[in-house]
Nanobody, 123 residues
Framework: QAQLVESGGGLVPPGGSLTLSCTGS????????IGWFHQAPGKAREGVSC????????KYAASVKGRFTISRDKAKNTAYLQMNTLKPEDTGVYYC????????????????WGRGTQVTVSS
């Protein structure tokens, strides 16, 4: 069964860095747009970043612009979210998703979702 598997979450102090990974299992990430979404405790899911099918376009939520970077490694069939200068409000579950378009606003456009990885930013 096609799956996306997130990893790399954990506990990090404010100002620290963390890299999340999203690896396809029986699924090829190539020519799929990849999105990263964040769900803070008790709050709704929101788009963080996405990259288009050919990586010609990337988008970032205003709250993470300049701090987070989305990328992918085709050889590893893996997408990444590099998170720097982490803040307590970045705490929550991060999900990756694959679909036809790059959107941080329209989660319904994504076809395949991972189960999420927990990120906790705390001192």
């Amino acid at each position: 069964q096609a799956q996306l598997v997130e990893s790399g979450g954990g506990l990090v102090p404010p100002g620290g860095s963390l890299t999340l990974s999203c690896t396809g299992s029986e699924f090829t990430l190539d020519y799929n747009a990849i999105g990263w979404f964040h769900q803070a405790p008790g709050k709704a899911r929101e788009g963080v970043s996405c990259t288009s099918r050919d990586d010609s376009e990337t988008k970032y939520a205003a709250s993470v612009k300049g701090r987070f970077t989305i990328s992918r490694d085709k050889a590893k069939n893996t997408a990444y979210l590099q998170m720097n200068t982490l803040k307590p409000e970045d705490t929550g579950v991060y999900y990756c998703a694959a679909g036809p378009i790059c959107s941080t606003n329209h989660w319904e456009a994504y076809n395949l979702w991972g189960r999420g990885t927990q990120v906790t930013v705390s001192s």
